[in-house]
């Protein structure tokens, strides 16, 4: 069975700086491709970022962009969102995803 557990998530101010993970396992993880979304409260779930296999390749959203970075440690079955500059408008349940198979989240409170 394929498992996505999220963490780090957690209340920070603006300006600041998170690390969200990725735990994977029930799948050959360095075969496929990654991803991260977020959901904020009354609307609809977003891509974040996504990262090849091979960590070779990655795409962020227009509202991310120069701010956060996805990586990946493949002998870790781990995937990573650096997440600087933080903005309220991040606040959001941050989930990561691989194929149609989700984590449970970790909640991102960005907030003074």
């Known amino acids: 069975q394929v498992q996505l557990v999220e963490s780090g998530g957690g209340l920070v101010q603006p300006g600041g700086s998170l690390r969200l993970s990725c735990a994977a396992s029930?799948?050959?993880?360095?075969?496929?491709?990654m991803s991260w979304y977020r959901q904020a409260p009354g609307k609809e779930r977003e891509l974040v970022a996504r990262?090849?296999?091979?960590?070779?390749?990655?795409n962020y959203a227009d509202f991310v962009k120069g701010r956060f970075t996805i990586s990946r440690d493949n002998a870790k079955n781990t995937v990573y969102l650096q997440m600087n500059s933080l903005k309220p408008e991040d606040t959001a349940v941050y989930y990561c995803?691989?194929?149609?198979?989700w984590g449970q989240g970790t909640q991102v409170t960005v907030s003074s």
């Open positions: 990262i090849t296999s091979a960590g070779g390749i990655t």
């Open positions: 995803n691989y194929l149609m198979s």
């Open positions: 029930g799948f050959t993880f360095s075969r496929y491709a």
